[in-house]
């Protein structure tokens, strides 16, 4: 009998990993979805999704949800590392405050995920990590620096987990969507001088 894959979505509450979610569910796959506003419980539109509340940025909180994880479900075939965030603003203008939230939650949110899956996915023999980067894991923009860096960096490690997981079976991939309808853009924080290079993007 061929076993439901299991899936753990991070930033599941909306946007990309919601639909991954809403797809995956549709085609009978086990989802275990995580975002922080998410309380412990089943989803009512589907039976084989469980949400999870979960703060990526918090390691304590990423440990403690995979150790669930791990004595409800056993193992997982996937990791999609989808939750994000976006600040508009310079180098010079952003804040500490928001700088270090940008790095927390775009890239060591997702290495947190990436180091407590991977005994899972060995547990599993094989299985796949995917990392949602974006076209501007390949290019960079003015007044997105630092998520564009985070990117970048999630590309670079994607690369080496390929070939450190190549033995166990894992797989590694990205996916680098561009501009996507959803409501990402508008959650961006916007500085009121973020627009300053506005006609680099229209030269």
């Given at each position: 009998?061929?076993?439901?894959?299991?899936?753990?979505?991070?930033g599941?509450?909306?946007?990309?990993?919601?639909?991954?979610?809403?797809?995956?569910?549709?085609?009978?796959?086990?989802?275990?979805?995580l975002?922080?506003?998410?309380?412990?419980?089943?989803?009512?539109?589907?039976?084989?999704?469980?949400?999870?509340?979960?703060?990526?940025?918090?390691?304590?909180?990423?440990?403690k949800?995979?150790?669930?994880?791990?004595?409800?479900?056993?193992?997982?075939?996937?990791?999609?590392?989808?939750?994000?965030?976006?600040t508009?603003?310079?180098?010079?203008?952003?804040?500490?405050?928001?700088?270090?939230?940008?790095?927390?939650?775009?890239?060591?949110?997702?290495?947190?995920?990436?180091?407590?899956?991977?005994?899972?996915?060995?547990?599993?023999?094989?299985?796949?990590?995917?990392?949602?980067?974006?076209?501007?894991?390949?290019?960079?923009?003015?007044?997105?620096?630092?998520?564009?860096?985070?990117?970048?960096?999630?590309?670079?490690?994607?690369?080496?987990?390929?070939?450190?997981?190549?033995?166990?079976?894992?797989?590694?991939?990205?996916?680098?969507?561009?501009?996507?309808?959803?409501?990402?853009?508008?959650?961006m924080?916007?500085?009121?001088?973020?627009d300053?290079?506005?006609?680099?993007?229209?030269?």
């Amino acid at each position: 009998m061929k076993k439901n894959k299991i899936v753990v979505i991070t930033g599941s509450s909306s946007g990309i990993g919601k639909a991954i979610e809403t797809l995956l569910a549709k085609e009978n796959y086990i989802v275990i979805g995580l975002a922080r506003s998410y309380k412990n419980s089943k989803n009512n539109a589907f039976d084989n999704v469980t949400h999870l509340g979960c703060d990526i940025t918090n390691l304590d909180e990423v440990k403690k949800v995979f150790k669930f994880i791990e004595a409800n479900f056993g193992q997982i075939d996937v990791l999609v590392n989808n939750a994000g965030s976006g600040t508009v603003a310079t180098i010079e203008d952003i804040s500490y405050s928001d700088l270090e939230s940008e790095i927390k939650i775009n890239l060591l949110g997702h290495i947190y995920c990436i180091k407590e899956s991977i005994p899972l996915l060995r547990k599993n023999k094989g299985g796949l990590i995917l990392n949602i980067t974006s076209t501007g894991g390949r290019l960079t923009y003015p007044s997105i620096a630092i998520y564009d860096a985070c990117k970048h960096a999630i590309e670079s490690i994607s690369y080496s987990l390929s070939w450190e997981l190549e033995k166990w079976n894992i797989k590694v991939s990205i996916l680098e969507p561009g501009a996507i309808n959803t409501n990402f853009g508008k959650r961006m924080k916007r500085y009121n001088n973020s627009d300053r290079y506005i006609d680099y993007y229209s030269s």
